[in-house]
């Protein structure tokens, strides 16, 4: 197990009655609130309704950004920069998935420096000395961000979807009931569920090989997915498959299980220009560009995918090598995603091989992964999945 030190200050409130817990986590700050939203689901829904009400009780002053977009653009994080510059914001409330929670990341540290907020942070990774507090009631399953200190968002003048994370972006509190997810549309709900395996993938097949507790937290969090998201799929009312789904996808970023891991973020490299470049929901992105990734560095991970395939996906080893029980659960990694609906080639995204160079050029390849791998390896994976 490698040396680490683990931080995560978010104040997290669970369950079907979370958001009771909003008036209290309000009264912390000052008068000025940014609400922060997507396109229009909370209205939709009545949650912004019942979010006004809170709002309104608590004897805030409301400000508004809606209609983030998913794969957040830089000029809306600049349009809440200057809001919250102009009106002097004391809070800023996201309320959403990712996306808003990742805009409103971005607002938080750029509405307190005078640099650009792209240059200084996506592109450069400074360090933000300072941030607008941030509050997160969450709509969707899938990213983490509201556990996390991560923030993507994309320059569409540039194509880049470029991360940013720092100890300033942790949200202060974040509010999880799942019966917000109940009117999710079944792909969303599924590109969350890619999403989290995804995430749990890249942290768990990473060095080093041997057995810690990580591992094992990992492997239970990926049975614990699968499972809710069968239930999920049949009824997706059940609270319980809901509950599960909410909490994996942001225990799975919450810090624990990167401890004493190098972890392995390739398969988001790769996804991210895809998403930059043709506006493909993240988590369908993942679902072909994961299993594709894992089929080409196989040679170099079959310890880690062999038992990943017996303890997660219930692969019997009997009769088989140890590469022939790890592609077999790589092969029940990609069946699982297609049998939830989820597109598993380049060709159900609409992309075929003229997208296959722009991705590559735009995939960042200086972080570490499992196996290192360049430009040409990105291109055959991509080829792969055609
Ligand atoms: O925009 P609205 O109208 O709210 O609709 C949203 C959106 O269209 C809809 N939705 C959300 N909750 C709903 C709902 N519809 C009905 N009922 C509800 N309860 O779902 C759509 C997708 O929302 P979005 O926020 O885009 O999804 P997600 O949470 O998957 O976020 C994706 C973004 O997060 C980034 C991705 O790259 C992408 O830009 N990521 C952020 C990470 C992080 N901060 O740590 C890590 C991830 O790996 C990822 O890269
Ligand atoms: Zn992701």
Redo the contacts with the bound molecule.
Sequence with gaps: MLDFMYYNPVRVHFGKNALEALPGELSRFGKKVLLV??????K??G?YDRIVSALRESGKEIFELGG?????RAEKVYEGIELCKREGIDLLLAV???????CA?AIAVGARTDRDFWEAFFKNWEEAHDAIPLGVVL???????EL???????NMATHE?N?Y?SERTYPQFSILDPT??????KH?MV??IV?TI??LYELYISPPDEECLTDALAEACLRTEIDAARRAVIDPEDYDARANLMWTSSFA?CGMLNNGKKTDWES?NI??PI?ALYDV???AG?AVVHPAYLDYILPYAVPRLKRLAVNVWGVDPQGKTDEEIARAGVAATRDFFHALGAPVTLGELGLGEEAVDPIADLTDLSCFSYQPIAREDVVAILRSAL
Aim: no cysteine; net charge negative.
């Design positions: 939203y997507g396109g229009g689901s909370i939709r829904t949650l983030v977009m998913p794969n957040p959403g998935g990712g996306s808003t929670i990742d990341k709509t969707i399953p899938a990213t983490g961000s996390d200190k991560s923030a993507v968002i994309t979807k991360g994370d917000l997810t109940y009117t999710l549309p969303q590109n969350g999403d995804s995430h970023l988001h996804e991210h998403s929901a993240h988590g993942l």
